[in-house]
């Protein structure tokens, strides 16, 4: 049943601009490969004041969250970075805020808190401003943003009470409650809807129904559930990311247990493997049309550069694909990557700062 819930007023905070410290360029699509997985990296630093944290990748921005480097300030603030500047805009509450996903359209969803301390509600910035969503105001324990597409449709999670966790769809001040196999008691798993495309399929997980430690993947296409078969039957699976065609991209447990990265295409489940971790280790965090795929696996040396890409059917450490990259720095996890190509990664200095940056194909040369 769809619930009709009519947005509060909000009072937004003004929105401003500063200089980012490098260039970022723009994610647009552009020409073609010349070597598929061969890149020029483009750090996205922090200034003197501030951390940046990078959390959310499309075709036109990035977009996250800074920190002040005084601790004692600790107060997060969302950002969306486009072309050679970001944009900060403060939470919608009185406590800090989390980017957690961009459209094309560089607005934003995400977390906010009221205080530190506090459940999580979910927000909305669009046209430059922070907009508290009125799940709040539905009497909801907790809500989460995870994805957003070029509608405005906005998918998460809500919860009326502690571990009833579920995923919704909202647009347009109409939340719909997204099918799930029910509630387990005392599980340590959740329902969560955390990814959507523009053709509207959204990305996620379930519990199992009849498990309190399995989930499953899955896709909501029109509120019909479809779950995704794992690499083993009865085992976690995991739904993060979904590519404009359709593409899923998460992990399945396989190896003791231990979760393997996995591509989804018209319900049938891909094992991309791993890097050559002992424990056979690796996880995806999102995927383009094309089925690339970018995510985590530590490799054989365990050195710090796990971050992966599958392509053209095989799985490649992005560290060896990359020109450009400051010595002592590593690239630990794929992110994100757009249908153009570029990537969202993050990796760590030498004296144990973590840093992200865009990895921007490299253009194909012309004869």
């Known amino acids: 049943m769809n619930a009709v819930i009519h947005p509060l007023p909000h ?26 997985g061969t890149y020029t990296v483009q750090l996205i630093e922090r200034t003197r004041t ?29 950002v969306v970075i486009q072309q050679r500047s970001w944009t900060a805009f403060r939470s919608p509450g009185a406590g800090p805020c989390e980017v957690q996903a961009i459209n094309d359209g560089l607005d934003t969803v995400g977390d906010a808190w009221s205080a530190p301390g506090q459940q999580p509600q979910a927000f909305l910035q669009a046209w430059g401003l922070p907009i508290a969503l009125p799940l709040a105001s539905y ?7 995870r994805g957003i597409n ?13 571990g009833t966790d579920t995923p919704y769809a909202y647009h347009d001040g109409t939340l719909t409650p997204l099918p799930t196999l029910g509630f387990v008691t005392g599980a340590t798993t959740s329902n969560a809807a955390v990814a959507i495309n523009d053709a509207g399929t959204i990305a996620g997980t379930v519990q199992a129904g009849d498990d ?25 699976a995991h739904a993060v990311a979904i590519a404009s065609n359709g593409l899923v991209a998460g992990d399945s447990a ?25 424990n056979h280790l690796s996880v995806a965090y999102g995927v383009n049309a ?40 590593t690239i630990q996890q794929g992110l994100a990557i757009t249908d153009a190509g570029v990537i969202l990664a993050t990796g760590w200095r030498r004296d144990g700062e973590q840093v992200f940056m865009l990895l921007l194909p490299v253009a194909a040369a012309r004869p």
């Open 254 to 278: 396989v190896h003791g247990g231990q979760p393997h990265a996995v591509r989804w295409s018209g319900g049938v489940a891909t094992d991309l493997g791993d890097m050559g971790n002992p």
């Open 50 to 78: 501030v951390k940046v944290y990078a959390t959310a990748l499309s075709d036109h921005g990035v977009a996250g969250y800074v920190t002040p480097k005084n601790a004692h300030a600790f107060k997060p603030a969302c």
């Open 11 to 36: 009072r937004p905070t003004r929105a401003t601009t500063v200089a980012l410290a490098a260039a970022l360029l723009a994610c647009a699509a552009g020409p073609a490969l010349a070597d598929p």
């Open 212 to 236: 309190p430690t399995v989930s499953r993947a899955a896709t909501w296409t029109d509120g019909t559930l479809t779950l995704l078969p794992g690499l083993r039957a009865g085992d976690t």
């Open 139 to 145: 009497g909801f324990y907790r809500s989460t943003a």
């Open 150 to 162: 070029a509608s405005r449709t906005i998918v998460g999670t809500y919860s009326p009470t502690q």
């Open 290 to 329: 094309s089925g690339d795929v970018v995510g985590y696996s530590p490799n054989a040396n365990l050195d710090g550069n796990g971050a992966f890409l599958y392509t053209q059917g095989h799985m490649v450490a992005l560290r060896d694909r990359v020109s450009g990259l400051p010595n002592g720095y």
